[in-house]
Every structure is written in structure tokens, then in C-alpha cells.
């Protein structure tokens, strides 16, 4: 996270996939080419280094996908929105590691994904939809937490998608680490407090927020498991998940 030069060397990286794909331990890199990929990365980023962000995009555009990016923005360790969060270029410990970067993140990444016909919300009002939690035990065999994963996870139903002849979007948003449910101050900040919810509204496009749990050492700060922490071959689990934004 800290030396990307030294220890994500994407030639050595490109390699690796493209040999993963050619074995079928992971899905075609073939399927990658014109999918759509968005990338924020703060250049005042403490946490992982904000040459990581550029990486990203580089291992992304190698295989053809088009990638949108914000690197411009003095913007710290956290979620960038445009009504809530610590001052953009400072710690967000407190406020659910969430910056006002006077810049809204989820709707600028739903753009590039989804389209112009992406309307701009209105992230000063609450949005009237339904928060609902589900229950996530029903994908997991055995225990979630044995995996780490909660019970519960949270799913927006937009006030336009409640009428289930209606044709809407589905999207998956990942908490980052330090940011499920279960956290002590968190509850439903990452949903309700980084746009997310806002856009849904605005868009209809119904957003399904799962969440981890604390597993002790080997996950202290309830992250999706982006390392290994479960099993060594990170690299070719079904489930993959980092900051989407």
C-alpha cells in the first residue's frame, strides 16, 4: 500500500492474470475489453499510496476496459461526497472515514458506468426510499462469521423501483475496512451517508450494501477480504471486492 513502484509491478501483474485466465482459474481477461472501470484516488492519501490509483488504472486499460479517473483532488483516506465527512484533505477516523470534497463521488462513478442519462442528485435532502436489511446467512454455508461476514447486510429500494413490474438497476457497493455496520459509530453510515442512497433515488437503480464483521487478528478492522486473510489464493476466490471508489 505504501511503495507501489516496488510492489505492484504491473508488467509482472498483466502476467500473472493473463496466465490465471489462460489456466481458467479466473474468468477471460478477454472480458474485460470495453467494460467500464472508475478510479478516485486523493492525492493527500496516507493510508495507500496514491500511486496505487494510477496502477489500477494502467492494469485496467492493459486489457481494454474504459476507465474514467479523479486524481486531482487533495483528498484523504476516505469516501469523497459533497454534503458530508471531514474536510477533504483531513483524517476521517471520525466520521466513518467519509471526506466533503465538495466532489460527489457515487454519482460521478454512475455517470461513467451507467451513462449521461445519469441525473444529479440532491444529496440536501433525505432520500424517501426504503433502507431495508436482509439476511445474508442464506448465502453463506455454515456461520457467516466463520467468514467474517455479518448476518445482516442492508439493500435501497428506490421509491420508482417499489413497483416490481418497473425495470431497475442493480448495484453492489462494498464498505471499505472500518466501515461495516457492527463497527462501534458506524451502523448505516457508508449507506446513508456517501451518496450512494441519493443517487439510487434519483436514478432507480436498487444498491446492495453486504457487510463483514471483525474476525478477530486475522480481520480486526471488518474488511472484505482483499488480501487473503481466508485463504491464500486470494486472487481466484469468487467473491473480490476493494473501495469502488
Given at each position: 500500500?505504501?511503495?507501489?513502484?516496488?510492489?505492484?509491478?504491473?508488467?509482472?501483474?498483466?502476467?500473472?492474470?493473463?496466465?490465471?485466465?489462460?489456466?481458467?482459474?479466473?474468468?477471460?481477461v478477454a472480458n474485460l475489453r470495453g467494460q467500464k472501470a472508475y478510479v478516485f484516488h486523493g492525492t493527500k492519501d496516507y493510508t495507500v499510496h496514491p500511486g496505487n490509483g494510477a496502477k489500477v488504472q494502467q492494469m485496467y486499460e492493459h486489457f481494454g476496459a474504459s476507465v474514467a479517473t479523479e486524481f486531482s483532488y487533495d483528498a484523504n483516506h476516505g469516501h469523497p461526497t459533497d454534503f458530508?465527512?471531514?474536510?477533504?484533505?483531513?483524517?476521517?477516523?471520525?466520521?466513518?472515514?467519509?471526506?466533503?470534497?465538495?466532489?460527489?463521488?457515487?454519482?460521478?462513478?454512475?455517470?461513467?458506468?451507467?451513462?449521461?442519462?445519469?441525473?444529479?442528485?440532491?444529496?440536501?435532502?433525505?432520500?424517501?426510499?426504503?433502507?431495508?436489511?436482509?439476511?445474508?446467512?442464506?448465502?453463506?454455508?455454515?456461520?457467516?462469521?466463520?467468514?467474517?461476514?455479518?448476518?445482516?447486510?442492508?439493500?435501497?429500494?428506490?421509491?420508482?423501483?417499489?413497483?416490481?413490474?418497473?425495470?431497475?438497476?442493480?448495484?453492489?457497493?462494498?464498505?471499505?475496512?472500518?466501515?461495516?455496520?457492527?463497527?462501534?459509530?458506524?451502523?448505516?453510515?457508508?449507506?446513508?451517508?456517501?451518496?450512494?442512497?441519493?443517487?439510487?433515488?434519483?436514478?432507480?437503480?436498487?444498491?446492495?450494501?453486504?457487510?463483514?464483521?471483525?474476525?478477530?487478528?486475522?480481520?480486526?478492522?471488518?474488511?472484505?477480504?482483499?488480501?487473503?486473510?481466508?485463504?491464500?489464493?486470494?486472487?481466484?476466490?469468487?467473491?473480490?471486492?476493494?473501495?469502488?471508489?
Amino acid at each position: 500500500m505504501s511503495i507501489p513502484d516496488w510492489f505492484a509491478p504491473i508488467g509482472g501483474l498483466i502476467q500473472f492474470a493473463e496466465t490465471q485466465s489462460g489456466s481458467g482459474t479466473i474468468d477471460p481477461v478477454a472480458n474485460l475489453r470495453g467494460q467500464k472501470a472508475y478510479v478516485f484516488h486523493g492525492t493527500k492519501d496516507y493510508t495507500v499510496h496514491p500511486g496505487n490509483g494510477a496502477k489500477v488504472q494502467q492494469m485496467y486499460e492493459h486489457f481494454g476496459a474504459s476507465v474514467a479517473t479523479e486524481f486531482s483532488y487533495d483528498a484523504n483516506h476516505g469516501h469523497p461526497t459533497d454534503f458530508y465527512g471531514a474536510a477533504c484533505s483531513a483524517s476521517s477516523a471520525a466520521t466513518q472515514y467519509i471526506n466533503n470534497c465538495d466532489y460527489n463521488g457515487v454519482y460521478e462513478m454512475f455517470r461513467h458506468l451507467y451513462g449521461s442519462e445519469i441525473v444529479q442528485p440532491n444529496t440536501g435532502s433525505t432520500p424517501a426510499g426504503d433502507m431495508l436489511e436482509f439476511d445474508q446467512s442464506e448465502f453463506v454455508t455454515g456461520t457467516p462469521t466463520s467468514i467474517s461476514m455479518d448476518s445482516v447486510g442492508f439493500v435501497y429500494i428506490p421509491t420508482g423501483c417499489r413497483d416490481r413490474t418497473k425495470r431497475c438497476r442493480v448495484h453492489i457497493a462494498f464498505h471499505g475496512c472500518v466501515q461495516s455496520r457492527t463497527t462501534a459509530g458506524i451502523g448505516d453510515a457508508f449507506a446513508t451517508k456517501t451518496g450512494y442512497t441519493h443517487a439510487a433515488e434519483a436514478n432507480n437503480i436498487i444498491v446492495i450494501f453486504p457487510q463483514t464483521v471483525a474476525m478477530g487478528m486475522t480481520n480486526p478492522n471488518s474488511c472484505f477480504d482483499w488480501w487473503g486473510y481466508l485463504r491464500s489464493e486470494e486472487h481466484t476466490s469468487e467473491l473480490q471486492s476493494h473501495h469502488d471508489l
